[in-house]
């Protein structure tokens, strides 16, 4: 667990323009000073991710809002005020200590305050902003623990603080308050409902853009093996052709069916509870990947509160991978 001469030592990695490795409640970013260009740029490099695809930017809370957005609309300050600190991404219009690099060249800004305290204390520490992507490869799952991280991206990193797994699991939910309406670019930690109770208007959730959002690939958060996604009630049985038809088959067992027995490669019960599976799932992906499974075969969750999160990861997860 990070202590405070480790919190230390990342913010002088971050000031040195280095790359940081830091625990939020979603999952571990790969940070770098916001406002450095060259940093935010070895962020792509290292990720292998296209320069055309923007960073959050994250800070310490609403109250530093300044420079980094231009404005901030009566409907972002509400959103602000009931979930930062927490997993719900604004995004907002550019403000002048935001480097087009940050943004992939957009005019619009995605700003978060994470809720956990090893980031706190690190945006404390560092005093600015820091934009980080989720801290993996391009397209592929992202890390909930430090050792995920390690495993991934090892000596490009400059420092991995280790804040133990993450509460939350999936990313943050990204909402573009830049319109006349609020609408949802990536489901994610805080849920639509959740948000339409605040705002008080039905939100919509808009899985392609105009803007260039990773999250909606149709291939991303994938594990190396290929994911097949089939009715729960059909789940068992495609497992058992697909093993039998030489596959390493790994199974995302629903819930209800907990207690069938299942002829494949490696098995994962996945939780009841919908809080517990998101906390689960890129832990169970990267268990299935490392058994030597080649097919993972899943349904998906009832798409309600973090189920809607859980159902576009896996969505995604199992998109046809020749696109990316
Ligand atoms: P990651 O979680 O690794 O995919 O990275 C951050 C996420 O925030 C990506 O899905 C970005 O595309 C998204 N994002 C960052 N800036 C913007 C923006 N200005 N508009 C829309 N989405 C954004
Ligand atoms: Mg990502």
New binding site residues.
């Given amino acids: 667990m990070a202590r405070t001469s480790d919190i230390e030592k990342a913010a002088g990695a971050l000031r040195a323009g280095g790359l940081v490795a830091f625990p939020t409640e979603t999952?571990y970013?790969?940070g770098a000073n916001a406002e450095n260009s060259a940093a935010v740029a070895r962020v792509f490099q290292v990720?292998g991710?296209p320069p055309t695809?923007?960073?959050?930017v994250h800070i310490g809370g609403a109250e530093h809002l300044g420079g980094w957005v231009e404005d901030v609309p009566a409907t972002a300050r509400l959103l602000a005020e009931r979930f930062w600190p927490g997993p719900l991404?604004l995004?907002l219009r550019?403000g002048r200590r935001v480097p087009l690099e940050?943004?992939?060249g957009?005019e619009?800004?995605?700003v978060r305050v994470p809720d956990h305290p090893v980031a706190l204390a690190l945006l404390s520490a560092f005093g600015g902003g820091v934009a980080?992507?989720?801290a993996?490869r391009f397209g592929s799952v992202?890390p909930t623990t430090a050792n995920h991280v390690r495993a991934e991206l090892g000596d490009a990193v400059d420092f991995v603080l280790d804040g133990g797994p993450c509460e939350v699991g999936v990313?943050?939910t990204?909402v573009?308050v830049t319109g006349d309406t609020p609408s949802i670019?990536?489901p994610g930690g805080v849920t639509r409902e959740g948000l339409e109770a605040v705002l008080g208007c039905p939100l919509a959730v808009h899985s392609t853009?105009r803007?260039?959002?990773?999250?909606?690939h149709p291939s991303?958060y994938a594990p190396r093996a290929r994911v097949v996604l089939v009715e729960p009630e059909k789940v068992v049985a495609e497992a058992e052709i697909a093993q039998e038809l030489g596959h390493q088959v790994g199974v995302l067992l629903p819930p209800s069916f907990a207690d069938a027995p299942v002829k494949a490669h490696a098995v994962v019960a996945v939780p009841g509870s919908t809080a517990a599976y998101a906390r689960g799932l890129y832990g169970f992906l990267r268990e299935l990947d490392q058994r030597g499974c080649d097919l993972v075969v899943a349904s998906l969750p009832m798409e309600e509160g973090l189920g809607l999160a859980i159902a576009n990861r896996l969505r995604r997860a199992a998109g046809p991978r020749s696109s990316e």
């Fill in positions: 999952v970013g790969l990720k991710r695809h923007p960073l959050i991404t995004v550019r940050a943004t992939g957009l619009t800004v995605a980080a992507p989720s993996n992202s990313e943050s990204i573009d670019l990536r853009s803007v260039r959002v990773p999250g909606q991303h």
